[in-house]
Every structure is written in structure tokens, then in C-alpha cells.
């Protein structure tokens, strides 16, 4: 049996700054897999799955800019549990055992997208936390495993992170005062241009674990390329919904444990206390610009 490819001071260094990476984590087969089935969805020879949103980017969806192609006009593939070409990904062995040093064994899936940071857009992400969007906690035991399909540098709009801002708690974000900025793409208050971070480069199949209360964010990608990542969000079967409302937008499915390849449902039990409109801002400052959805 191979050892986890998540050693001690790896672990260390996440609960210290609220992430590690994991370099060289997944091989240039699988890369290749996930990148041949993005382009057969945003080229439509292979139909979305069912749940699966594509999502223009905003420049695109406002006729800024005449993509060249059908890639170049797609910001991210959200929602892949469906298919099962990029469901590999929250499926593979390696990736869940790195998972499972930081959450548990008993895990599901909360948020699965391949992002793709295309030219000629603005493309940017400001600092903001994930926990925002997830009605579970406790926020320790979700963690985002993130990994590049190709080699991300500062230039075409690496990840960037605050270390040790995931010890700060949930803040209230807002709308940046951006021409163009893509739905949901929300910036946490007080983080702005002047707040002090590291760049995280990364080569093909290096993968970064970050905690959901983990300030971070993106830049706009300034080459002629593409700058593309898969990721996904995943939280042990033990948390609880803790929104203070009862409806339940997404499925959850489970892919290690007991469990695994069955849908998950949060216990609603407790004082479900949080208010996600408390950290956001007015619902309608939301503009949605997508491309098909199933």
C-alpha cells in the first residue's frame, strides 16, 4: 500500500496557512482526459450532463468580446457529478486519500467545476471565501482540492491566497466595482488590490487543498493561451446544514465510505443558525450569464 500522498508537515502547513500543495499529485493521462471531455462539451459533441451548467463569461454574454471559438467564450463547466469522464476526478483514489487527511473518510462532494480562464476577458476572481456558498459546517471538515490541467503562472492568472486568513472566520462580501465582473464572482469586504498575498504557481497535476474560510482569488489571464483547473469541493458526512432556510439547491453525492455513490442529505437537526444573506450582498445585484443548462 503507497503511502498518502499527504505527508505531516504538509498537514501542518494547511492548518497553519490554510493550505499545501500536493505537486506532480495526479498524471498527464488523466490531465488529458478531463481537458479532451471539456472541449467535446463547449464544442457540443458530447451533450451536458444532466444538472451540468456552462457558463459564458460575462464579456462574452454582453458581446464585449467575439470569442474565436467556442472555448474561448466559456468561463467554467459547473456541476459534472453527471458525467462520467470528469466525475473521475472526485472518484480517484489518490486525490480521496489526500482528502482524507484533512476531513475524513466518509466524504461528499459539495461544488465540482473545471474552470477555464480564457484570453481576451477580464476573467478575474477577487479575494473571496467558499464558505460563503456552503450551508454546512463546521468549516474544518470541508476542504477544496483544486488542480491545474496545464502550467498556471502569475501571467495567466495563477490562484492567489492569503496564508492564515482562514482563521479569521466568515466575512461579509459584496460586488467589486468591476465593468465586468462574472455572476457570483462576490469579493470579501476589507480585501482588496493593497491586501498582501502569495501567487501560486503550478505545473500540470499539481494540486492545491485549501480550507473554505481561506481568502483567495485569481488575476486575469494576460496571454494568448488558456489557464484551466479542476476542482472540487468536498465535506465530511458528518456536518450539518446549518442556513437558517430550508431549501436544499444541489444534491450532494457521496464517493468515499459506506456510502459512496449514493445522494447525501444534511441533517437539518440544531438551531441552524447562519444567515447566508447576513455575508452577501442585495440577491438582486445577481446576474446569471450562462450558456445551457440541463
Keep these: 500500500m503507497s503511502s498518502n500522498p499527504i505527508s505531516d508537515e504538509m498537514l501542518d502547513h494547511y492548518w497553519e496557512h490554510g493550505y499545501t500543495i500536493a505537486r506532480k499529485l495526479l498524471d498527464s493521462r488523466r490531465v488529458a482526459m478531463w481537458l479532451e471531455r471539456f472541449a467535446e462539451i463547449v464544442h457540443g459533441s458530447v451533450p451536458a450532463a444532466d ?10 454574454a454582453k458581446g464585449a468580446v467575439a470569442p474565436a471559438n467556442s472555448a474561448e467564450a466559456i468561463a467554467k463547466v459547473q456541476n459534472f457529478e ?3 469522464v470528469l466525475y473521475s476526478y472526485v472518484a480517484d ?5 489526500a482528502v482524507e487527511r484533512f476531513v475524513g473518510h466518509e466524504v461528499f462532494t459539495l461544488h465540482t467545476m473545471l474552470i477555464n480562464k480564457p484570453p481576451h476577458v477580464d476573467g478575474r476572481h477577487p479575494l473571496h471565501q467558499d464558505l460563503l456558498y456552503f450551508p454546512f459546517r463546521p468549516a474544518d471538515k470541508i476542504i477544496a482540492a483544486w488542480t491545474a490541467l496545464e502550467r498556471i503562472t502569475k501571467e495567466n492568472g495563477c490562484l492567489s491566497v492569503v496564508p492564515g486568513s482562514h482563521k479569521r472566520g466568515l466575512l461579509k462580501h459584496e460586488n467589486p466595482d468591476w465593468e465586468f465582473l462574472n455572476n457570483a464572482y462576490f469579493g470579501a469586504q476589507g480585501a482588496g488590490p493593497e491586501t498582501e498575498r502569495v501567487y ?12 473554505p474560510v481561506l481568502l483567495h482569488g485569481s488575476g486575469r489571464n494576460k496571454t494568448s493561451g488558456f489557464r484551466r483547473a479542476i476542482s472540487a469541493h468536498f465535506a465530511s458526512v458528518d456536518c450539518d446544514w446549518e442556513w437558517n432556510f430550508e431549501h436544499q439547491i444541489a444534491k450532494y453525492k ?8 449514493e445522494w447525501w442529505s444534511a ?5 441552524r443558525s447562519v444567515n447566508p444573506l447576513d455575508y452577501l450582498p442585495p440577491l438582486d445585484s ?9
Design 93 to 97: 483514489e489518490q486525490l480521496l486519500d
Design 286 to 294: 445577481f446576474k446569471l450569464s450562462r450558456k445551457g443548462r440541463k
Design 51 to 60: 444538472g451540468m451548467l456552462v457558463m459564458q463569461d460575462v464579456m462574452v
Design 82 to 84: 453527471n458525467d462520467d
Design 267 to 271: 441533517s437539518r437537526e440544531g438551531n
Design 254 to 261: 457521496i464517493v468515499r465510505g459506506a456510502n459512496a455513490g
Design 200 to 211: 501560486v504557481e503550478m505545473e500540470e497535476g499539481d494540486t492545491i487543498f485549501f480550507h
